[in-house]
Every structure is written in C-alpha cells, then in structure tokens.
C-alpha cells in the first residue's frame, strides 16, 4: 500500500519541542515533495511547511515560522518537523502528504501556499496537544 506515516507526537507543556517524522510506505519519498499540514477540531486544515524535492528549499506557515523546522534525512528517505516554542494553537493532528504534481512547494509572497489537490499519499497523522 502506497502512503506516508507520521509518528512523534505527544502531548507537551506550552514552550515545549517535539518532532515528527514522515516516512513513505511503497514508494520512495525523496522524488516528492512533501508538506506537513494540520487541523485542528472544528478548523480547516492548514499547510504548515513544505520542502521541496528539485532543490530542497523549504517553505512555513506565517503561524509557525521561525518555531518550526523542516528537513529531509535522503538516507533514511524520511522528512522531519522540528517543533519548537510550542503554543496551545499548534494544537491538532498533524499529516504529511506527497505533491503529485510539482517537485517544488507553491509559496505567496514567500509563505508557503498549497492546492490541496495536489497532494495524496495521506498518512493517518499524528497527534499534538500542547498544554498551557
């Protein structure tokens, strides 16, 4: 089966870290793109960082630059999420996902800015709670 699992969350004291790990399942996952993304209960899902395949650039969410880090072990073939400074509103389940048409994340005025169709290869995601 073809997917990308996250593990590494928990639940965490606000100014806490965590780090979250994706990993492909049936296929490789350093040909891709790949965005972190997350929801929270009655939110929609936002796009919280992406690195890209062809370069390797990276790209955040407003809400987490500057916390948040992304970045890709290619002998592993999984890509991380640092989380730092962590706030009660980064609370949510937290899911990788694989852009089938693009090699390099989308930004808007240098944020980064995806179309949710393009992306597949869901993971079940991970859970992250931060408590004040």
């Known amino acids: 089966q073809v997917q990308l699992v996250e593990s590494g969350g928990g639940l965490v004291q606000s100014g806490g870290s965590l780090r979250l790990s994706c990993a492909a399942s049936g296929f490789i996952l350093d040909y891709y793109a790949i965005g972190w993304f997350r929801q929270a209960p009655g939110k929609e899902r936002e796009g919280v960082s992406c690195?890209?395949?062809?370069?390797?650039?990276?790209l955040y969410a407003n809400s987490v630059k500057g916390r948040f880090t992304i970045s890709r072990d290619k002998a592993k073939d999984t890509v991380y999420l640092q989380l730092n400074s962590l706030k009660p509103e980064d609370t949510a389940v937290y899911y990788c996902a694989a852009n089938l048409m693009r090699t390099r994340c989308r930004d808007s005025g240098g944020l980064y800015s995806p179309v949710g169709h393009e992306y597949g290869y869901w993971g079940q995601g991970t859970q992250v709670t931060v408590s004040s």
């Open positions: 690195i890209s395949s062809s370069d390797g650039s990276t």
